[in-house]
């Protein structure tokens, strides 16, 4: 049988995979971060071709696979008090079509990660005086599009929400409907209030 070609390349891009979660699952480390500090140790060049690099999709599942080898109940229990947090900041925010994302609903939350929020608003200072009347302490940052270097960055709203830290991407409403596409591999890519609650009591029943 004749040797696949890819088979390197696909080696190269597991063991980038398995080495950048380590450094999520322990560090907090962004993805971003991790798959490049991880394709340093693995290929030692600073600025390795992109298709030796695995997508956020292999680098999660690798992450599940550590987890699953070294997980406690501290960090089940943290990753609940998250999603808890969650819903009730979504609660309060419900005019703002609010969806969870990031770590917190796939389930690979860890004692560094805060909860991430996508809202949908008419604009962005609908949501910061919103926060605002309610004495809430905003920092506000910028985070790429979800659609792509095409698109404009978005604001950010940080702010701690029961002494968790809540990072807000201010969407128009214009663009809600692309955010409501599955992944590629079909897991949901943001959840609202509803399926955040569907999926803590699907969760808590089979705890």
């Known amino acids: ?3 696949n070609p890819n088979d390197d390349l696909q080696t190269l891009r597991s063991r980038i995979a398995a080495t950048a979660a380590r450094m999520i699952a322990q560090d907090g480390a ?31 599942d690798e992450v599940r696979r550590y987890q699953a080898l070294f997980d406690n109940p501290a960090r089940t229990a943290r990753l609940r008090r998250l999603r ?7 609660e309060q925010l419900a005019e703002f079509r609010p969806y969870l994302t990031g770590a917190v609903l796939n389930g690979t ?3 560094h990660d805060d909860i991430h ?19 809430v302490d905003l920092d506000i940052s910028e985070v790429p599009h979800f ?23 201010l969407y128009e409403m214009n663009d809600l ?26 969760e808590e029943k089979q705890a």
């Open 1 to 3: 049988m004749m040797p």
């Open 30 to 60: 962004d993805y971003h971060t991790a798959k490049a500090k991880a394709a340093r140790q693995v290929l030692g060049v600073d600025r390795p071709s992109p298709n030796c690099l695995p997508d956020n999709i292999q680098v999660e």
């Open 84 to 90: 808890q947090a969650a819903l009730e900041v979504m």
């Open 109 to 111: 939350a860890g004692e």
């Open 117 to 135: 929020l996508q809202l949908f608003a008419d604009s962005a200072k609908e949501v910061e005086i919103y926060l605002l009347n309610r004495n």
């Open 147 to 169: 659609k792509g270097g095409r698109h404009d960055p978005v604001e950010v709203v940080s702010f701690t929400w029961q002494k968790e830290t809540v990072h807000a991407e």
């Open 177 to 202: 409907r692309g955010a409501l596409k599955p992944r590629a591999d079909g897991r949901a890519q943001r959840v609202d209030a509803a399926g955040l609650r569907t999926l803590m009591n699907n």
